[in-house]
């Protein structure tokens, strides 16, 4: 070993570079691409009792999330908002959708064409009021945040028909 090899690696680290990249054998395999990074996160579950909802929330979001109420139409918080920015979950947090994704849908609840993640938003059949419909769920916490329907715009034909009361929104994010 020639004096060069044995010192490379040396001035490698005192450059801040990394060791494995200059002594890794070819053999070894490259690190994988970031695609992978492109599958969603799982969400992870969480569950609270019907008292420490009622407690987190107000009885308005408490009606909406945990028991599947809708929000009169035209009076929620957001039918008529246009800010940048992203709208997450009431209930825990969880990121939901994204202004650049909203839509005016003259319903008076607010539309969205889809989901920020895919997985973040879970659907779920509703057969409450004799029709077949499908709600949408929190995946995180499960709370109902409204109803699906394909008569949505362009590019997804999809209409996320949201309650006000099931969202926070982060004006700027
Ligand atoms: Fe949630």
């Known amino acids: 070993m020639s004096i060069l ?3 490379l690696p040396i001035l490698a680290l005192a ?3 990394t060791f494995a990249a200059y002594a890794a054998p070819a053999s070894v395999p490259a690190a994988r691409p970031a695609a ?4 969603p996160a799982p969400v992870k579950r969480i569950r ?3 008292a420490e909802w009622k407690r987190l ?5 408490y009606h909406v999330l945990r028991e599947a109420g809708t929000e009169t139409a035209f009076t929620g918080k957001y039918w008529n908002e246009h800010r940048r920015g992203v709208y997450v979950c009431a209930g825990c947090g969880l990121e939901l959708f994204r202004s650049d994704d909203k839509f005016d849908s003259k319903t008076g609840w607010p539309s969205f ?10 659907n ?4 409450s009021l004799g029709e077949t419909r499908t709600a949408l769920q929190c995946a995180r916490c499960g709370g109902h945040l409204g109803h699906l329907f394909d008569d949505g715009p362009p590019p997804t034909g ?3 028909c949201i309650n006000s009361a099931a969202l926070t929104f982060v004006p700027g994010k």
Do not use: C, W, Y
């Open 5 to 7: 090899t044995r010192t």
């Open 15 to 17: 450059a801040g570079t």
């Open 36 to 39: 992978v990074a492109s599958q």
């Open 48 to 50: 609270k009792s019907d």
């Open 57 to 61: 929330l107000t009885p308005e979001q």
């Open 113 to 122: 064409t889809r989901a920020i993640v895919a997985n973040h938003v879970m």
């Open 124 to 127: 779920r059949e509703d057969t």
């Open 158 to 160: 999809l209409r996320f």
